[in-house]
């Protein structure tokens, strides 16, 4: 079936690190992925998209690498800030059904001074 | 900026009540949306609508219905509500298939 996975439930990194998120997905015909940051109370809120004919996208701070081989997704955050703090779900759109996105769990992400 | 109300932050019901969650986006947008979240099972799709009176099952169908009848409005509708339907209710739209989904800030529901 399918699934998208996160390697760590939690990740916790000093302010000004770098952050790495990871998701693993099982359907290697997935063509387009998207990173959401979810802070407390509020809903998900988008923060970048890759489609499957790309290898890296960036954003402000943000970069989302694929790996289609392993069918791997990371998120790095650069100069991580105390507003980072978030959940972060990776998600997909697998192309059988396109009307859909299947989500992972989410990794919190913990900032400390 | 693409907005997504939902109509209330915090719902209590109780069981075997009848329960309305209403979602409005305002940004014209075809496809809508409801999830639940609930702590290590992320989001899980309920139903989903492509356009005005239409609506398609998604993965958790069950205990709930959904109306249409105008396009920027999706309400979720619990028949008879139970415990296990206490949950986050997270609503969201997208302007086509395959493209982003813009959420809402979600209904957080106990039944009681």
């Known amino acids: 079936g399918e699934s998208v996975g996160l390697h760590l439930p939690t990740l916790s990194v000093q302010e000004g690190d770098n952050s790495i998120i990871n998701c693993a997905y099982s359907?290697?015909?997935?063509?387009?992925f998207i990173w959401y940051k979810q802070e407390s109370g509020k809903g998900p809120q988008f923060i970048i998209d890759?489609?499957?004919?790309?290898d890296k996208r960036q954003g402000q701070r943000v970069t989302v690498l694929l790996n289609k081989t392993v069918k791997h997704l990371s998120l790095q955050i650069a100069a991580t800030q105390p507003g980072d703090s978030a959940v972060y779900f990776c998600a997909h759109h697998p192309p059988v059904y396109t009307d859909k996105l299947i989500f992972g769990t989410g990794t919190r992400l913990q900032v400390f001074p | 900026d693409v907005k997504v109300t939902q109509s209330s932050r915090y719902l209590v019901k109780r069981t075997g009540e009848k329960v309305f969650l209403e979602c409005v986006q305002d940004m014209d947008h075809e496809n809508m949306f409801w999830y639940r979240q609930d702590p290590g099972l992320g989001l899980r799709l309920i139903y989903f609508s492509y356009d005005v009176k239409m609506k398609e099952k998604g993965d958790i169908p069950e205990g709930y219905s959904v109306s249409r009848e105008k396009k920027e409005r999706f309400s979720l509708i619990l028949e008879s509500a139970s415990t296990n339907q206490t949950s986050m209710y997270l609503c969201?739209?997208?302007?086509?298939?395959?493209?982003?989904?813009?959420f809402g800030p979600g209904t957080r529901l106990t039944v009681l």
């Open positions: 890759i489609r499957s004919n790309m």
């Open positions: 969201a739209s997208s302007p086509y298939t395959g493209d982003e989904q813009f």
């Open positions: 359907n290697s015909a997935s063509d387009y």
